[in-house]
């Protein structure tokens, strides 16, 4: 899947020049960010359940 995407990425460089595919970097990096933060938060909401159920 990732040499599908990287051809198709290549293309698009190709296609629209680069200042355009480092636009997209640059999305995918951001979208690559917020949800390793979104599940860095649910992991810990559930040891936090957890924690808490053992307690009970």
């Known amino acids: 899947m990732g040499t599908l995407f990287g051809g198709v990425m290549e293309y698009n460089s190709m296609y629209f020049g ?6 997209l970097a640059l999305g995918f990096y951001s979208l690559a960010w917020l949800f390793s933060r979104r599940s860095l938060s ?3 909401a559930g040891l936090r359940q957890a924690a808490g159920a053992g307690q009970a």
């Open 18 to 23: 680069f200042a355009f595919l480092y636009l």
């Open 42 to 44: 649910l992991k810990g």
